[in-house]
């Protein structure tokens, strides 16, 4: 027998569904996202770090759930909330139902809730917090708790999920009938930020020849440059980005160097206050799979994967930054790079996981930027 959960909005609103992972009760910002496939990759992407998320889509978790698809090694998301569980899943990788690996990892989560009334209230208030309680309900205990969450504006949480150690990433794609796929004989050093990192940035740069050192989010500029990488990259990750200034920092003594820099999402975000923008929060953000983006430099519409809840307010930044990217849904900051070196960076996930990969070419421009500078040093110690 399931038991009854209740989802108690910051605003009042009630919802009263199914318990389909572990008992008890959570908080966080209630956000939606549209993505039809890649549940396990959201529960476990480190940016939904104390979010709880609606999935539109509203059959989930027929394919289960296993061991390759998680995007770090926890589930980060405060909770999901879905319309409709099925009784069976089936995929030739399952290793355990949804429901069997939401109680494994201790995460709460309801269903049987109607997410479109849901979606329509975050969207036409904006997300707020939100409780989940399965088990012993008490909504007017519930409610308190989702108040007591208060904002994400402020919160900085790349601190709270970054690795405390330093290591090293050779891992490539996932390749029918062989898995992850290492790549040994690495072109390039790159140094990688860990904001709340993806595993699949990760591997689509080591696919792409890049041997990855992955340091924590306070390492200091001159321990990255101690390292002499090609390139550096920022990660993507939770919270409000203002508030990094251990990063923002770092990033502005990197620039100075004019190494090669790609950031991601908070990546994205934090390039750009290192360059003295500013960012804002949004009333919604983009979470989905299905965003259009424009790249402007060759007018093409690309698909995009998206998670973010800030952006980069364009009027804020200087002359030498480029707008690159916009969302066609709001016209948004999408992408920007430096006309003075190789900096750039994009808001939404070219490493998909879950999403279309229409923007992947952005980390073959990081290695084809990173190769040139390369090929100059090496001419110019010949001569
Ligand atoms: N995926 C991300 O890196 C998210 C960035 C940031 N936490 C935001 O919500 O905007």
């Given at each position: 027998?399931?038991?009854?959960?209740?989802?108690?909005?910051?605003?009042?609103?009630?919802?009263?569904?199914?318990?389909?992972g572990?008992?008890?009760?959570?908080?966080?910002?209630?956000?939606?996202?549209?993505?039809?496939?890649?549940?396990?990759?959201?529960?476990?992407?480190?940016?939904?770090?104390?979010?709880?998320v609606?999935?539109?889509?509203?059959?989930?978790?027929?394919?289960?759930?296993?061991?390759?698809?998680?995007?770090?090694?926890?589930?980060?998301?405060?909770?999901?909330?879905?319309?409709?569980?099925?009784?069976?899943?089936?995929?030739?990788?399952a290793?355990?139902?949804?429901?069997?690996?939401?109680?494994?990892?201790?995460?709460?989560?309801?269903?049987?809730?109607?997410?479109?009334?849901?979606?329509?209230i975050?969207?036409?208030?904006?997300?707020q917090?939100?409780?989940?309680?399965?088990?012993?309900?008490?909504?007017?205990?519930?409610?308190?708790?989702?108040?007591?969450?208060?904002?994400?504006?402020?919160?900085?949480?790349?601190?709270?999920?970054t690795?405390?150690?330093?290591?090293?990433?050779?891992e490539?794609?996932?390749?029918?009938?062989?898995?992850?796929?290492s790549?040994?004989?690495?072109?390039?050093?790159?140094?990688?930020?860990?904001?709340?990192?993806?595993?699949?940035?990760?591997?689509?740069?080591?696919?792409?020849?890049?041997?990855i050192?992955?340091?924590?989010?306070?390492?200091?500029?001159?321990?990255?440059?101690?390292?002499?990488?090609?390139?550096?990259?920022?990660s993507n990750?939770?919270?409000?980005?203002?508030?990094?200034?251990?990063?923002?920092?770092?990033i502005?003594?990197?620039?100075?160097?004019k190494?090669?820099i790609?950031?991601?999402?908070?990546?994205?975000?934090?390039?750009?206050?290192?360059?003295?923008?500013?960012?804002?929060?949004?009333?919604?953000?983009?979470?989905?799979?299905n965003?259009?983006?424009?790249?402007?430099?060759?007018?093409?519409?690309?698909i995009?994967?998206?998670?973010?809840?800030?952006?980069?307010?364009?009027?804020?930044?200087?002359?030498?930054?480029?707008?690159?990217?916009?969302?066609?849904?709001?016209?948004?900051?999408?992408?920007?790079?430096?006309?003075?070196?190789?900096?750039?960076?994009?808001?939404?996930?070219?490493?998909?996981?879950?999403?279309?990969?229409?923007?992947?070419?952005?980390?073959?421009?990081?290695?084809?930027e990173?190769?040139?500078?390369?090929?100059?040093?090496?001419?110019?110690?010949?001569?």
């Amino acid at each position: 027998m399931s038991e009854p959960a209740i989802l108690v909005l910051a605003d009042g609103s009630i919802f009263h569904g199914t318990a389909i992972g572990a008992s008890g009760h959570t908080i966080g910002e209630v956000v939606f996202n549209t993505s039809m496939t890649g549940y396990q990759e959201i529960l476990t992407d480190p940016s939904y770090f104390q979010q709880i998320v609606t999935l539109t889509y509203p059959h989930i978790g027929n394919t289960g759930t296993n061991d390759e698809d998680a995007e770090s090694h926890a589930v980060y998301a405060s909770g999901l909330i879905i319309r409709d569980l099925p009784l069976l899943h089936s995929n030739f990788r399952a290793n355990a139902s949804l429901s069997d690996y939401l109680k494994a990892n201790n995460v709460v989560a309801i269903a049987d809730i109607d997410t479109r009334r849901l979606t329509r209230i975050l969207r036409d208030k904006g997300a707020q917090a939100g409780c989940i309680m399965a088990g012993d309900i008490d909504e007017q205990k519930a409610l308190s708790l989702a108040k007591s969450f208060g904002s994400m504006a402020g919160k900085d949480l790349a601190q709270e999920v970054t690795t405390s150690e330093r290591y090293e990433w050779i891992e490539g794609e996932w390749k029918l009938g062989q898995g992850f796929v290492s790549n040994n004989h690495p072109e390039f050093h790159i140094v990688a930020y860990d904001f709340g990192v993806k595993r699949n940035i990760l591997r689509m740069l080591a696919e792409r020849g890049c041997h990855i050192t992955v340091v924590p989010a306070t390492t200091p500029a001159k321990d990255v440059l101690a390292l002499n990488p090609d390139g550096i990259f920022l990660s993507n990750g939770p919270g409000d980005p203002e508030p990094c200034h251990y990063a923002i920092n770092a990033i502005q003594e990197l620039l100075a160097t004019k190494k090669p820099i790609f950031g991601i999402c908070l990546g994205h975000q934090l390039l750009g206050l290192a360059v003295g923008g500013k960012t804002k929060k949004m009333a919604f953000g983009h979470h989905g799979g299905n965003h259009p983006v424009q790249d402007l430099d060759s007018q093409k519409v690309l698909i995009t994967s998206q998670n973010h809840g800030f952006e980069v307010d364009e009027h804020s930044l200087p002359k030498n930054v480029k707008i690159t990217h916009r969302s066609l849904f709001d016209h948004s900051v999408q992408g920007i790079e430096l006309t003075d070196q190789v900096a750039f960076s994009f808001q939404g996930h070219p490493e998909a996981s879950p999403g279309p990969h229409d923007i992947a070419y952005l980390f073959d421009k990081f290695t084809d930027e990173m190769r040139k500078i390369k090929h100059t040093h090496t001419q110019a110690i010949a001569y």
